[in-house]
């Protein structure tokens, strides 16, 4: 009887990967009861693997660009501004759905400004996702030139959130 449950466990599991896949939800919480003392807690979610991945590979990725267009190299394309600033190589973007905030706490002084020094690994901001505060290390060191969130906005995967040259 218990590995038939846990057959059927498996399944419903899989039943509500597919929905959640099938109608673009990011998270999907269930409880199943069995009987008294007896139920089965799933939560399914497509945060969980996307941040650390896109954390890590997009400013390796952008690194090498960057170091590529020298400003006193003449072929380098002069691209202060590209239209879109997610294409922008020295762009910082979002390694998960949350909300953005640019400060520590309500009040309290922003971790950084236009014109800020930043250090590989200081923080740029914090995404709140899920009720976890998960800090936003710069990917390389350089100028905060633009912030392209304000505080408090809600953030999709992979939307720019700051442009460091």
Same mark, same amino acid.
Do not use: C, W
């Given at each position: 009887?218990?590995?038939?449950?846990?057959? /059927? #466990?498996? /399944?419903f599991i899989k039943a509500l990967a597919e929905l959640l896949n099938d109608n673009e939800? =990011?998270?999907?919480?269930?409880?199943? #009861?069995?009987g008294e003392n007896d139920s089965l807690n799933v939560k399914v979610s497509k945060l969980s693997a996307q941040p650390v991945q896109m954390q890590y590979a997009a400013p390796q990725a952008m690194a090498p660009q960057a170091a590529a267009s020298s400003p006193n190299s003449p072929s380098?394309?002069?691209?202060?501004?590209?239209a879109d600033p997610a294409q922008h190589p020295g762009a910082v973007t979002s390694p998960m759905v949350g909300t953005a905030y640019l400060a520590a706490e309500p009040g309290a002084a922003n971790f950084v400004s236009i014109g800020a020094q930043v250090a590989?690994? #200081?923080?740029?901001? &914090? *995404? !709140? /996702?899920?009720?976890?505060?998960?800090? &936003?290390p710069a990917p390389r060191a350089g100028t905060v030139k633009? *912030?392209? *969130? =304000? #505080?408090?906005?809600?953030?999709e995967?992979? /939307?720019?959130?700051? &442009? &460091? !040259?």
């Open positions: 009887m218990t590995q038939s449950r846990n057959e /059927a #466990d498996v /399944a939800l =990011s998270e999907l919480s269930v409880k199943r #009861d069995y380098a394309p002069k691209s202060e501004t590209p590989e690994g #200081d923080t740029l901001m &914090i *995404i !709140e /996702a899920m009720k976890t505060m998960n800090h &936003i633009r *912030i392209l *969130i =304000s #505080d408090g906005s809600p953030v995967f992979g /939307a720019p959130l700051m &442009i &460091i !040259e």
